[in-house]
């Protein structure tokens, strides 16, 4: 099963800053404390271009909207 768009996000700038996701931190694993940082990214992107907009007909800020409402996989 695929994981949620923002615990993917989450999971990639974890590991982008060199820190092995699942890790401990605080007593969870690092890669949730970047979820702040995965939800500002997708907000980030949520108002798209005309060329976006041209390439999914409209679609895209619901899938911004779906993106940001899944949350993490618990």
């Given at each position: 099963m695929t994981k949620p768009a923002l615990e993917r996000i989450a999971r990639a700038?974890?590991?982008?800053?060199?820190?092995?996701?699942?890790i401990q931190f605080e007593g969870e694993p690092m890669w949730r404390s970047y979820l702040s940082?995965?939800?500002?990214?997708?907000?980030?992107?949520?108002?798209?271009?005309?060329?976006?907009?041209?390439?999914t007909e409209g679609g895209w800020e619901a899938m911004v909207d779906a993106a940001l409402k899944e949350g993490p996989a618990i």
């Open positions: 700038l974890c590991s982008h800053d060199g820190h092995p996701e699942n940082a995965a939800r500002t990214a997708l907000m980030a992107i949520r108002e798209p271009t005309e060329r976006i907009r041209a390439a």
